[in-house]
């Protein structure tokens, strides 16, 4: 099973609202991350966690906040969000962290992300 | 400061072989090099990783001079589903990942 999962695949928020977005995989993976992708461009690292903590934040503002809480789980809880964080935002995970033989990241599919 | 680049976009016929190339000028040294395939609404899926010299599988090759500063990706007889865009992957000097720009590749019939 090289399945990440993720949920909702899409979601729509006002500025003034609360939403949490949800990553989960089971293959045992150690390192999980978060990426924002805007239309035709790369994913964008947003956060690493590697053995459930927190290993790189990319200077990510505030309204963002990650949490894991488990080996298997990844939150991305988004609060008082603007306009143009509107993306797709997707979960990844691998065997551990960097950028060795056993770091194929394994991603989800993203959530659809527009807020309004 | 790393800058990872790819051709923004590569157009083919089916059956031909496709050859993407990433320039990555700042890459760590123990870094290997990932190549994902990417589809519309859809999160990249792994295609190829190597270190050095040539790697090849099922479904494509890498080259990797030995000075490591590109990579090539071969797409051996293209097929309208290989459709895509193509992103290499590397991590470099001071642990930052970096998605290179991404190669729109359109295979015609």
């Known amino acids: 099973d090289t399945e990440v999962t993720q949920t909702p695949k899409h979601l729509v928020m006002g500025m003034t609202n609360k939403k949490s977005l949800k990553c989960e995989q089971h293959?045992?993976?150690?390192?999980m991350y978060w990426y924002k992708q805007k239309a035709k461009k790369p994913p964008e690292l947003m956060f690493v966690y590697s053995y459930e903590k927190l290993s790189i934040n990319e200077s990510v503002p505030s309204r963002f906040s990650p949490e894991c809480p488990n080996s298997s789980l990844l939150n991305l809880h988004l609060h008082a969000l603007q306009p143009e964080d509107s993306a797709l935002y997707l979960c990844?995970?691998?065997?551990?962290?960097?950028?060795?033989?056993?770091?194929?990241?394994?991603f989800g599919a993203g959530t659809r992300l527009s807020v309004l | 400061l790393a800058k990872t680049t790819q051709p923004i976009s590569m157009d083919s016929y089916e059956g031909q072989e496709v050859n993407i190339t990433c320039s990555h000028n700042n890459i760590a040294t123990n870094d290997y090099i990932t190549w994902y395939q990417q589809f519309p609404s859809q999160g990249p899926r792994f295609i190829i990783q190597?270190?050095?010299t040539k790697v090849t599988n099922e479904v494509a090759s890498l080259f990797i001079p030995a000075d490591r500063k590109s990579s090539t990706l071969s797409l051996p007889r293209v097929s309208l589903s290989d459709t895509a865009v193509y992103y290499c992957?590397?991590?470099?000097?001071?642990?930052?990942?970096?998605f290179g720009g991404g190669t729109r590749v359109l295979v015609k019939p």
């Open positions: 992957l590397v991590e470099a000097a001071g642990n930052k990942l970096t």
């Open positions: 990844a995970s691998s065997q551990v962290e960097g950028g060795g033989a056993k770091n194929i990241q394994y």
């Open positions: 293959m045992g993976h150690r390192a």
């Open positions: 190597g270190y050095k």
